[in-house]
């Protein structure tokens, strides 16, 4: 069956480094795949797409890769901040033969971001 | 500005009672979906529609049925509220056929007592 999975143990770093999440998925072949963030009791926010045939793709201090072969995405956020600190989800969309388009979500990493 | 609207931030409803959470979008998107999310457990699929009247099951949509009569309104319904759907309820939307993000609604709470 298809998977998506995200580290599930929160991620702790210092102000400043590098958050680097990891997104892997199995028994798919996404044309593309998709950054969220989301706040307690709030709904996600997205943040950035990758297709298949781009490597890598920045928006400002983020940074997400794409390796198809390893079925794998990283997510990196540079010189974080405590505002930084949230849930970030993967998705993968499925299009599907008899129409419409499959969204399909990670379990989610917790990203907190100490003083 | 664009919206995705659910009817209700939090709600309780008795075991058996039959249950609707509603969603509005005003951008004109084709794609609407329902997820509920557990701790530990993610996002998951309930149901999406592609179209007004069209519906297909999620991951999970046993206990739930949907409804989309207007493009822009797509109803969850549990026929029969039991204590273990007990969710944060999530709503969606997105343009259909094109490489695009989710907007989401802010979540209704549910707890069925």
């Known amino acids: 069956s298809q998977k998506i999975e995200q580290n599930s143990e929160a991620l702790n770093i210092q102000e400043g480094k590098t958050a680097t999440l990891t997104c892997n998925y199995t028994n798919y072949s996404p044309a593309y795949l998709q950054w969220y963030r989301q706040d307690p009791g709030r709904g996600p926010v997205f943040l950035l797409l990758i297709r298949e045939n781009e490597k890598e793709k920045r928006k400002e201090r983020l940074k997400v890769t794409f390796d198809t072969t390893l079925k794998q995405s990283l997510f990196h956020i540079t010189a974080s901040q405590p505002a930084d600190s949230a849930t970030y989800l993967c998705?993968?969309?499925?299009?599907?033969?008899?129409?419409?388009?499959?969204?399909?979500f990670g379990t989610g990493t917790q990203l907190k971001v100490e003083l | 500005d664009v919206k995705v609207t659910q009817s209700s931030r939090y709600l309780v409803k008795r075991t058996g009672e039959k249950v609707f959470l509603e969603c509005v979008q005003d951008?004109?998107?084709?794609?609407m979906f329902w997820y509920r999310q557990d701790p530990g457990l993610g996002l998951r699929l309930i149901y999406f529609?592609?179209?007004?009247?069209?519906?297909e099951k999620g991951d999970i949509p046993e206990g739930y049925s949907v409804s989309r009569e207007k493009k822009e309104r797509f109803s969850l319904i549990l026929e029969s509220a039991s204590t273990n759907q007990t969710s944060m309820y999530l709503c969606?939307?997105?343009?259909?056929?094109?490489?695009?993000?989710?907007?989401f609604g802010q979540g209704t709470r549910l707890t069925v007592v």
């Open positions: 998705a993968l969309e499925l299009g599907l033969t008899g129409g419409g388009n499959k969204l399909t």
């Open positions: 529609s592609y179209d007004v009247k069209m519906k």
């Open positions: 969606a939307s997105s343009r259909f056929g094109a490489v695009t993000e989710a907007f």
């Open positions: 951008m004109d998107h084709e794609n």
